[in-house]
C-alpha cells in the first residue's frame, strides 16, 4: 500500500557516506575532514581546548578504483539576488553541530540528527533531513551497480531540491527554470540547456510545502537516477515526455520509463513504487507495485507497467505469476544494459533488451514465458519484427506495424503517423513516431527528403516562423537518422546520431548533409512536429502520410 507520507512512523537512518568537516567556531576554517561510513560513523582530530564545529555536507565524494561525485544543491535562486550564481555553484545544502569545546581528552559527541521540520500537521521548522535523504537514496542505486562493478567511474551528478521546487508549468528558458523552482515534475536532465547555462548530469526534485515533496520517495529519486545511469553507463534512445500507467508509449520511451521504475525496485528490494501526494496531510499516494499481475490493458510492448513487471520478475524470486519460475538475478541485467544495448541496430526497447538477454543469459526459457505473460511476441529480434500486439486483438490498429519500414535508395517510401493514442500533445506515444532502416553497401553521400501528403492546408509561403500560430494549421514533417556504422568521416564506430532534420518548413523536410556516410545499418525516427505543439489547430488531423526519399 502507498499511504504517503507518515511522520509519526519515520525511521532515524544513518547519514551513509557523507563528507564531514571539523571547522573552526566561525566556520570559515576547516581543520579536519573524514566521510562517515556505512553507518553514519566518523572521526575528527583537532587541537586540544579549541572551539569548533562539525559539518555534515549532502555530498558523496570518492576518487580512486571506484569514484563519485554527487552533491545536493538548492537551485533557487533570490529574485532580489544582485547576482545569479551558475547552477553548480548554487549552496551544497550542509547541517552544522552547535559549537563546542574539543577539550583535552578524545571525547564522542551527542549523535546529530537532520529534522524533517514537520510539527505535526505542517512544516514548522527548517527541513534539514530532506537532502540527506536524497543523497542516501541515490547512494542505495550506487551500491547496486557496485555489486556489479566495484571499480564503477559514476560521472559528476547534482541532484537539485529546494522548498521551493513545486509543480507549477515550466515557463521561459531552463535557467529561469532552475532559478524560480517551478519544475512541473520531477526529471533528470542530462544538460547542456542550449541557452548557455552551465549543467551537467542532474536531477531535479520537488519539495513545495502544500504542493509535491519527493525527499522521503526513494522510488522517485531513484526511478531519476535510473535514467542517469542509462546516460551514463548504458544508452537510452527515449524521447521522454508525459507518461503515465496505462498510456500507450513509443517503445523507446516504455522501456525507459519501465526500467527506471524496476531498477527502482530492484535497488531499494520494494516492490512498491510509492509517490507521495500532497492531500489530507501527505496521507495519499500514487503507488505502481511490480508485484501486482498488470490489467489486460497494461500488456504489451509499449506499455511502461508491463516492462516494470517483466525486469521485476527477471530479478526477483517471488512467483507471483505462473510463468515467473525462476529469477536471473540482475547481473544479466546490468551486462546487457552496459554491453549490447549500447550497440544494438535498432532503437533501445524491450526487444533490443530481451533479444540480448537470452543471448547473455541462456535462460531462453524462463525469457520466453515471462514475454508471452505479458503480451510480448517471444520469438523475439532487435527490430521487434514478429511482433503482433497492436492494442487490439479485436481489429487492426494503423500505423503500428511494421516496427521498422525498409527503404530501398532512391524511390518514395509511403509512411504515414497516427495521433490516435495521444490526448494532450505529447508526441510520444504510439505510431507517433514511425521507423525507416536501410543498408548502405558502399561509402556515399546521401540526400534525405519527407514530403507530406495530402497536407491539411496549402500555405501562402513556406518560410514560415516556428512561433507563427499561423504555421499551426500546416503539416511539419520532421525525421532524425541515426547509423551503427564503420568508422568513417562522419562518426567513430558505433550507433551515432548522424542528421537532426527539423526545420519549420511547412509540408516538407530535406537535408543534404554532406559528408560520405560509410557501410552500416542506418534507422530513421520520422514523426509530425504539430503532434508535440500545443498551439496546433483543434482540427488538424489525426492521421497524417509522407513519401520519404534518400538519394
Same mark, same amino acid.
Request: proline letters at 6%; charged letters at 20%; aromatic letters at 12%.
Given at each position: ?16 557516506? @557523507?563528507?564531514?568537516?571539523? =571547522? %573552526? &567556531?566561525?566556520? !570559515?576554517?576547516?581543520?579536519? +575532514? ?21 559539518r555534515v555536507r549532502a555530498e558523496l565524494l570518492q576518487s580512486g578504483a571506484a569514484s563519485w561525485n554527487v552533491q545536493v544543491r538548492n537551485n ?75 571499480? @564503477?567511474?559514476?560521472?559528476? =551528478? %547534482? &541532484?537539485?531540491? !529546494?522548498?521551493?521546487?513545486? +509543480? ?226 479485436d481489429a487492426v490498429v494503423d500505423d503500428v506495424f511494421p516496427l521498422y519500414t525498409d527503404v530501398t535508395l532512391g524511390a518514395p517510401t509511403r ?137
Open positions: 500500500m502507498c499511504d504517503g507520507l507518515v511522520y509519526d512512523a519515520g525511521q532515524v537512518k544513518p547519514i551513509r557516506r @557523507a563528507t564531514v568537516q571539523l =571547522l %573552526d &567556531a566561525s566556520g !570559515s576554517t576547516v581543520l579536519d +575532514t573524514t566521510v562517515a561510513d556505512d553507518q553514519g560513523r566518523y572521526s575528527l582530530t583537532a587541537n586540544a581546548s579549541t572551539d569548533v564545529v562539525i533557487v535562486v533570490d529574485p532580489s539576488a544582485e547576482t545569479v550564481p551558475q547552477l553548480d555553484q548554487r549552496p551544497l545544502y550542509v547541517m552544522d553541530s552547535p559549537v563546542f569545546n574539543s577539550g583535552t581528552i578524545d571525547i564522542d559527541r551527542p549523535t546529530m540528527v537532520a529534522t524533517t521540520g514537520w510539527g505535526g500537521s505542517s512544516y514548522t521548522g527548517p527541513r534539514v533531513a530532506a537532502p540527506f535523504a536524497i543523497l542516501d537514496s541515490i547512494y542505495q542505486a550506487m551500491l547496486l551497480i557496485l555489486a556489479e562493478d566495484p571499480s @564503477a567511474d559514476f560521472p559528476a =551528478l %547534482d &541532484a537539485y531540491w !529546494s522548498p521551493d521546487n513545486g +509543480t507549477s508549468p515550466r515557463t521561459g528558458s531552463f535557467e529561469d527554470t532552475f532559478a524560480n523552482g517551478d519544475l512541473g515534475v520531477s526529471f533528470y536532465f542530462r544538460g547542456p540547456t542550449g541557452d548557455g547555462s552551465v549543467i551537467g548530469p542532474s536531477l531535479f526534485l520537488l519539495g513545495k510545502d502544500g504542493d509535491d515533496t519527493e525527499e522521503f520517495d526513494s522510488h522517485v529519486i531513484v526511478h531519476e537516477w535510473g535514467h542517469y545511469f542509462e546516460d551514463n553507463f548504458s544508452r537510452s534512445d527515449s524521447i521522454g515526455g508525459s507518461h503515465g500507467a496505462g498510456d500507450i508509449l513509443d517503445k523507446r520511451v516504455s522501456f525507459g520509463e519501465g526500467w527506471a521504475t524496476a531498477l527502482s525496485a530492484i535497488a531499494l528490494d520494494d516492490p512498491s513504487y510509492c509517490d507521495s501526494l500532497w492531500f489530507a496531510g501527505q496521507l495519499r499516494g500514487f503507488e505502481i507495485n511490480a508485484e501486482n499481475e498488470p490489467a489486460n490493458s497494461e500488456e504489451g510492448w509499449y506499455n511502461e507497467t508491463t516492462v516494470i513487471k517483466f525486469l521485476y520478475d527477471l530479478w526477483d524470486t517471488n512467483a507471483d505469476i505462473a510463468a515467473d519460475t525462476g529469477s536471473i538475478g540482475f547481473t544479466p541485467i546490468f551486462d546487457v544494459l552496459t554491453g549490447p544495448q549500447i550497440f544494438t541496430e535498432a532503437f533501445t526497447s524491450i526487444f533490443s533488451f530481451a533479444t540480448a538477454l537470452k543471448t547473455v543469459s541462456g535462460e531462453d526459457a524462463f525469457i520466453d514465458g515471462l514475454l508471452t505473460a505479458y503480451g510480448i511476441e517471444a520469438n523475439v529480434d532487435i527490430w521487434g519484427s514478429t511482433e503482433t500486439n497492436d492494442t487490439n486483438p509512411i504515414c503517423v497516427n495521433n490516435q493514442f495521444d490526448t494532450g500533445r505529447d508526441g510520444n506515444k504510439l505510431a507517433q513516431h514511425r521507423f525507416l532502416r536501410f543498408e548502405l553497401g558502399s561509402s556515399q553521400p546521401l540526400t534525405f527528403s519527407m514530403t507530406t501528403v495530402d497536407p491539411p492546408t496549402t500555405p501562402a509561403t513556406t518560410n514560415f516562423d516556428c512561433d507563427d500560430p499561423d504555421f499551426s494549421q500546416h503539416s511539419d514533417p520532421d525525421f532524425r537518422v541515426w547509423g551503427s556504422v564503420d568508422e568513417g568521416p562522419l562518426s567513430a564506430e558505433g550507433f551515432v546520431f548522424l542528421v537532426n532534420a527539423q526545420s519549420c518548413e511547412a509540408n516538407l523536410e530535406s537535408e543534404s548533409p554532406g559528408g560520405i556516410f560509410p557501410i552500416g545499418t542506418y534507422v530513421i525516427d520520422l514523426y509530425e512536429g504539430r503532434y508535440s505543439d500545443p498551439d496546433t489547430a483543434n482540427s488538424f488531423p489525426e492521421r497524417l502520410c509522407y513519401d520519404f526519399t534518400i538519394n
